[in-house]
């Protein structure tokens, strides 16, 4: 039984890290971007009524896909990051919803919304920084 426990903890770190970095590589260049590319991003908060700010909205963004994909990837601060990005997933799908796009373009963020909503209940697992430093989160 221990084999097949540990086989479940090393698929969740090679998903885990895999998504993390794959979500950071997507949120480099929005945090690089600057003011413009946030004000671009954070507009999309417009479909929720949110008229104010899209700057900070952009960086916001930006910030939880770029910071927070290796704090996912790394199982560190898990469930506050994958927060974060659940959060992220719901504005990303509900902008392509709202603009008609069919599934192919929105498929994308509604597979990273179940994975990360998903992953808040599951926690960070056995091989994270969070389970050596902050058990009790793990």
Known sequence: MKRKEDLL???WLILRAGIGISIFLHGLPKIMGGVE????IGSSMSIFG???APAFWGFLAATAESVGGILFALGLFFRP???MLTGTMVVALSTHLAAGDDFMVFGHALDLLIIFA???LIGAGKYSV???LLPKLA
């Open 9 to 11: 903890h090393i698929g």
């Open 130 to 132: 969070d389970a050596k």
């Open 37 to 40: 590319t946030w004000t671009y």
């Open 81 to 83: 990051a994958a927060i």
């Open 118 to 120: 998903a992953s808040i």
């Open 50 to 52: 949110i008229d104010f």
